[in-house]
Antibody
């Protein structure tokens, strides 16, 4: 059974960089795409972007200038960096596996990141 | 890209059916058969219910079905049960290697 677990700081200061890692267990990171999705408290889901097992990436155009997603196959994990954060970036951040057809079948439990000084 | 449009709420009595719409454009929902649906209970991660418009992952009850007509995709829940009360989101490929979620629908079982 594939499991995903997000990890990283729960509090980030404004203008700094948010960094999260998603560790995949119970399966290999190879052959799939891996995505990040976020959800501001009480609001809807927003697709952030994806990384493939080979390192190919693409990002939501509204976040593209601030987002970097990378993969480390040797550690079976992938990461999210979001720079110059503001309070509007406060959200639950989820990592998920993409079935290579724009559907996410396995999700992490989510981690709340609050942007505040 | 703009979020896909869903009704804020939908409801039905146990045993009845409820259908949720997800309206986009020819650049997303209407242009590709890559629409998926997610169920989210409070405090939980979303769960994949439908992918590629009509396909059900293993373990998802056949009470859940998906369809698409033009720029609008739909999720139908037949034989409503108490545990179906949740938020539901659609997601579509939007071209240029991007994806977009719907605004979300809260389903209430009366």
């Amino acid at each position: 059974q594939v499991q995903l677990q997000e990890s990283g700081p729960g509090l980030v200061k404004p203008s700094e960089t948010l960094s999260l890692t998603c560790t995949v267990s119970g399966g290999s990171i190879g052959s799939y795409y891996w995505g990040w999705i976020r959800q501001p408290p009480g609001k809807g889901l927003e697709w952030i972007g994806y990384v493939s097992y080979s390192g190919r990436t693409n990002y939501n155009p509204s976040l593209k200038s601030r987002v970097t997603i990378s993969v480390d196959t040797s550690k079976n994990h992938f990461s999210l960096k979001l720079s110059s954060v503001t309070a509007a970036d406060t959200a639950i951040y989820y990592c998920a596996r993409d079935l290579n057809d724009w559907a996410h079948d396995y999700w992490g439990q989510g981690t709340l990141v609050t942007v505040s000084s | 890209q703009s979020a896909l449009t869903q009704p804020p709420s939908a409801s039905g009595s146990p045993g009845q059916s409820v259908t949720i719409s997800c309206t986009g454009t020819s650049s997303d929902v209407g242009g590709y058969n890559y629409v998926s649906w997610y169920q989210q209970h409070p405090g939980k991660a979303p769960k994949l219910m439908i992918y590629e418009v009509t396909q059900r992952p293993s373990g998802v009850p056949d009470r859940f079905s998906g369809s698409k007509s033009g720029n609008t995709a739909s999720l139908t829940v037949s034989g409503l049960q108490a545990e179906d009360e949740a938020d539901y989101y659609c997601f579509s490929y939007a071209g240029s290697d991007n994806g977009v979620f719907g605004t979300g629908t809260k389903v209430t079982v009366l």
